[in-house]
């Protein structure tokens, strides 16, 4: 019998998360459907209780709904209740709801595995405090950089969130401090960075983060979460100001996509193919 998994959010239309995962069952020979459902924040508890109650064995979610898949499962993984969210559920054989997080390690592949960069000794520039931030930051500090900033436009959650992970930070021995928002354009002479991730939602409003030159060290990276057939807002943004390498999330979506898979199925596919695949769409939707 044919297994069945969704992906929940609002809206949810866009979402390459159907092809992704349907790519990598044809992959790995797995018998199973995917399917996207438009979920409100007032119906997404009851429609994943009601997906799993018709045989539904996992599901992704996604924005909004991060934070209520983590309250409404019966149990989570460390790194689901760290970043106090989940976009991975698991319908267990005993009846339970069991969450996970694979945003961090997706990004961690991403950035490792497929560009090649080495996060050890590094500073890293945090562009927001929400749950994108939330989710990643785990697994940035045991990736042991040398220092993490932090900076958001509300500082009081830029506070919240490194004060939450400052534990974390002491045990891999990773300083992680926040930096006024205004001081992304008016800084100070200190160090510049080594990878600069924009985890705000700017890119989605076609707008970006206040940058400056003094930002940027010889050979920094720009990293965008969000994705696009073309370079975001933030990523042109710091190209002109002096980004040397430009990364967007679509890799940062495979690989956590994959990590959902092998919690699911136990298979871990191969996620360059599905990756080019979907570049390759992209670039034919700018074309049309």
Request: charged share 15%; proline share 6%.
């Amino acid at each position: 019998m044919t297994d069945r998994y969704a992906v929940f959010g609002h809206p949810i239309h866009h979402s390459k998360s159907p092809f992704i995962h349907s790519a990598f069952a044809q992959q790995t020979g797995q018998d199973l459907t995917y399917t996207a459902i438009d979920a409100p924040a007032e119906t997404f508890t009851t429609a994943v209780r009601t997906f799993f109650a018709e045989g539904g064995k996992g599901a992704n979610v996604t924005v909004p709904h991060k934070e209520a898949a983590l309250a409404l499962a019966d149990d989570a993984t460390p790194r689901a209740q760290e970043a106090g969210a989940a976009n991975t559920l698991l319908f267990t054989a005993d009846g339970a709801i069991y969450a996970d997080n694979t945003d961090g390690v997706g990004l961690i592949r991403d950035l490792t595995n497929r560009w090649g960069l080495s996060l050890e000794g590094k500073r890293i520039l945090l562009l927001g405090a929400g749950g994108a931030a939330k989710g990643i930051l785990a697994p940035l500090i045991a990736a042991r950089p040398r220092a993490i900033t932090v900076a958001n436009r509300t500082a009081a959650r830029a506070e919240a969130l490194t004060t939450a992970f400052a534990p974390l930070a002491v045990r891999f021995d990773v300083t992680l401090t926040t930096l006024p928002w205004a001081q992304l354009v008016h800084r100070e002479a200190t160090p510049p960075f080594d990878l600069v991730l924009n985890a705000t939602s700017a890119s989605l409003a076609g707008s970006t983060p206040p940058l400056s030159r003094a930002l940027w060290a010889p050979d920094a990276v720009a990293y965008d979460l969000m994705y696009g057939a073309t370079p975001t807002p933030f990523l042109m943004a710091a190209q002109q100001q002096g980004a040397a390498r430009l990364i967007d999330g679509l890799g940062m979506l495979v690989e956590q996509a994959a990590e959902s898979f092998w919690l699911w199925r136990g298979v871990r596919p191969e996620t360059e193919p599905v990756f080019q695949a979907l570049r390759t769409q992209l670039a034919a939707s700018t074309a049309c």
